[in-house]
């Protein structure tokens, strides 16, 4: 049930700072010092394959993004944002229902949401339709429309996106000039086939200049797209949610030219773990290899470096596409009524481990780079750490809107910690890759579960070996953190909740 509601006002906000949170104050009280939000738009930026390691105000050195460096001023940062599955299809399932992979049923690519999914499970574009949103939607939010139909038909807008039978909603509302490029052949039907893997090795293995200007690549004209619509919004006055999508950092690691002389492969440092994988350590990928980029190979030193300058470059790309937006949001009069979220959908190993791709149980797929920006939110600027789960999205944004949730979601709002982003929060996250291997996350391990192979199980120290590059699973010193950690597992989520919400 959703809290009762106040107007955030400074005696609130004294009351706060001078508790300490000695005591852990009321989930109602703090999500109340947030402003009214019941009647705020919802802005979405969804990016593909996002590192959290790369933006520049996560830390990153040598990436440029000074566009979402300035946004993370006004907005909360998550440091410790995980996703709960190991791919683009599950995790987008998971984070758009509020379920967690083995509810929703869907944990790898192959999986079709729509007839996966427990009955009567419903997504953010249907509940925020039936609340009375305008919705709208600008290029993938679902992992394809094949998956999601009777989702996709719950948006009044779709742009640069296939539409699901029966839609009916307006054309496009920008024209764009065709764009010359070589053309791309047509994907072989049979997925298992070689064709197929020839083909997808000629699209998506490669990196560096796109051979486009900005103006004609589709994540800026997704940028151009959704500064129409904010403008047409701010006309209509329409309530809304309006989701923007960037295909980038996904491979191919193409973009223009000018982002990626921005970098020199020279200045990229090494891949900080080791790209000899041992059996004991992570045995899946050993098998399974790279399906992005150097598929089923590795590349050299000067390879490796290339690629990350290039994979930087998409990053800075997407960065100003996403300036764009904001700026226009903020020109457009929406800016102090419009809840932000801008959210990769899983991570992406540049290098660590040999690994150029996802679908790792590891740190670099299941952390993804999370900000959220309630207008005038007392705590904007500041950085989580606490641990927050994209499970949680849909719980978070039916309460910061006001929507009646289903019963059944498996995540927490985290809206109090919009409001007191030092709050206790949970102590551990959870992924899964399959209904065999698993993994849960605390502050000081990660540890592993795989159903079949040689490793039973994984265990790392992550104060000590934050990479995850040695397995301490059958090391006596650890067997009680392994046993701790193997129960933690079996307990799952429910054990994991804040304590002030666990006790009620
Ligand atoms: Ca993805």
Redesign the pocket.
């Known amino acids: 049930m959703r809290a009762t509601r106040v107007k955030s006002d400074s005696m609130a906000l004294v009351l706060t700072v001078c508790a300490g949170l000695a005591v852990l104050p009321e989930r109602a009280f703090t999500a109340a010092l947030l402003p009214d939000t019941t009647k705020m738009n919802v802005l979405f930026i969804l990016v ?2 996002w590192s959290a390691n790369t933006p520049g105000c996560y830390g990153n050195p040598i990436c440029k993004t000074p566009n979402l460096d300035r946004f993370a001023t006004s907005a909360i940062r998550f440091d410790s944002a995980y996703v709960q599955a190991v ?2 299809n599950p ?2 399932s998971s984070f758009l229902t509020g379920l967690r992979p083995l509810t929703s049923r869907v944990w790898n690519n192959g999986q079709e949401m729509d007839k996966s999914l427990p009955p009567g499970t419903v997504t953010p574009p249907e509940m925020l339709k039936k609340s009375g949103f305008h919705t709208a939607v600008i290029g993938k939010f679902f992992h394809t429309v094949e998956y999601a139909e009777k989702q996709l038909l719950a948006f009044d807008r779709i742009e640069s996106y296939g539409k699901p039978p029966g839609w009916e909603g307006p054309g496009p509302i920008l024209k764009f000039p065709p764009v010359k490029r070589a053309p791309r052949d047509p994907a072989p039907k049979d997925k298992n086939s070689k064709e197929y893997r020839e083909w997808r090795a000629r699209n998506s293995d490669r990196y560096g200049d796109s051979g486009l200007v900005p103006e004609e690549e589709g994540d800026y004209r997704n940028a151009q797209i959704a500064c129409a619509l904010l403008k047409e919004f701010a006309q209509t006055k329409k309530r809304f949610f309006l989701s923007v999508h960037q295909s980038r950092p ?1 491979t191919p690691l193409i973009a223009p030219k000018k982002y990626v002389d921005m970098y020199d492969p020279a200045q990229i440092p090494d891949p900080p773990a080791p790209p000899v994988v041992e059996e004991s350590l992570y045995p899946r990928r050993l098998t399974v290899g790279n399906p992005d980029i150097f598929i089923r190979r590795q590349p050299t030193p000067r390879q490796a470096k290339e690629a990350i300058a290039a994979y930087y470059a998409c990053v800075s790309f997407v960065d100003s596409n996403i300036g764009m937006v904001l700026d226009e949001l903020e020109r457009q009069g929406l800016a102090g009524n419009t809840i932000v979220f801008i959210m ?3 991570g992406f190993h540049l290098g660590d481990h040999g690994f150029w791709s ?1 679908y790792s149980m590891l740190e670099s797929t299941r952390r993804a780079p999370l900000w959220v920006r309630v207008p005038d939110g007392p705590a904007n600027g500041q950085v989580c750490r606490e641990f927050v789960e994209f499970v949680d999205l849909v719980p978070t944004v039916g309460e910061l809107v006001g929507l009646d949730l289903p019963s059944n979601l498996e995540g927490l709002s985290f809206a109090p910690l919009l409001a007191n982003p030092s709050l206790p929060w949970k102590k551990a996250v959870f992924l899964v890759e399959n209904e065999s291997n698993q993994v849960v996350r605390t502050r000081g391990f990660s540890y592993m579960e795989f159903g079949k192979g040689p490793v039973p199980a994984a265990l790392f120290d992550l104060e000590k070996d934050p990479w995850e590059t040695l397995n301490l699973a059958d090391d006596p010193a650890y067997a009680q953190t392994r046993q701790e950690m193997a129960q933690l597992l079996k307990a799952g989520w429910k054990a994991a909740l804040p304590d002030s919400i666990a006790s009620k």
């Open positions: 593909e394959d791919c683009c995790s987008r996904h990769g959908d899983h996802k």
